[in-house]
């Protein structure tokens, strides 16, 4: 069965430092999207992407984050400037289409440690 | 906004024992649920999933109804097994503008014993 593939599972960076999060949709999704998961608590939206562009980004995303479809195939989250409080675990997520109940299919997360 | 609320946790059971996960939601509309599980190490999984009022979504044993008049969509399974240790998300997506988002509670973790 398809997945979407995230790398790397585990990245380490000094505050202040940028960081890019990989991430292979499964290949026939058109809609892709970022989560994270502070440890101990909920898994929070972050932005979604289609059409190459931004569809709906959440208070979290701000100018620090970015997302980018470089090619047919990867989609990346940039963060600039790191912070303690991005240390969290990064999901990336995929589906085909917005038919109601149409699933998000999920990566097994990028876990991210700032210190 | 829209919200799940799911029982706290961690949930310890023994092995062939009743579950029952509690997932009660608040959403303006009609949401699709989900359930979707994470073990040890890995990503979300998706578990079952319902769209429409009185839907029940099953998969491995589990299952879930949704039910409109008491806004929930409650985790059952009637035997489980050590290998169904993991955490358990409740979940719901709207179209917002003709884009979803997936909306989760905090997570129930299960843990089984043999």
């Known amino acids: 069965e398809p997945e979407v593939t995230q790398t790397p599972s585990h990245q380490v960076t000094q505050m202040g430092q940028e960081v890019i999060l990989r991430c292979v949709p499964i290949?026939?999704?058109?809609?892709f999207y970022w989560y994270r998961q502070i440890l101990g608590q909920k898994v929070e939206f972050l932005v979604s992407f289609y059409n190459n562009e931004i569809s709906e980004k959440s208070e979290i995303f701000d100018d620090q984050f970015s997302v980018e479809r470089p090619d047919g195939s990867n989609f990346t989250l940039k963060i600039r400037s790191t912070k303690l409080e991005d240390s969290a675990m990064y999901f990336c997520?995929?589906?085909?289409?917005?038919?109601?109940?149409?699933?998000?299919?999920f990566g097994d997360g990028t876990r991210l440690s700032i210190l | 906004g829209d919200s799940v609320t799911q029982m706290e946790g961690p949930v310890t059971l023994s092995e062939e024992a009743f579950l029952t996960i509690n997932c009660t939601y608040t959403?303006?509309?009609?949401?699709?649920l989900f359930w979707y599980v994470q073990y040890p190490g890995e990503g979300l999984q998706l578990l079952l999933k319902a769209t429409k009022a009185d839907d029940k979504g099953s998969n491995k044993g589990f299952e879930a109804t949704y039910r409109k008049e008491t806004t929930s969509f409650h985790l059952e399974k009637g035997s489980v097994q050590v290998s169904d240790s993991a955490v358990y998300f409740c979940?719901?997506?709207?179209?917002?503008?003709?884009?979803?988002?997936?909306?989760f509670g905090t997570g129930t973790k299960l843990q089984v014993i043999p």
């Open positions: 979940a719901l997506t709207m179209n917002s503008g003709g884009y979803q988002k997936v909306t």
């Open positions: 290949s026939n999704h058109l809609y």
């Open positions: 997520a995929s589906n085909r289409d917005q038919t109601l109940g149409q699933p998000q299919h």
């Open positions: 959403a303006t509309g009609y949401p699709s």
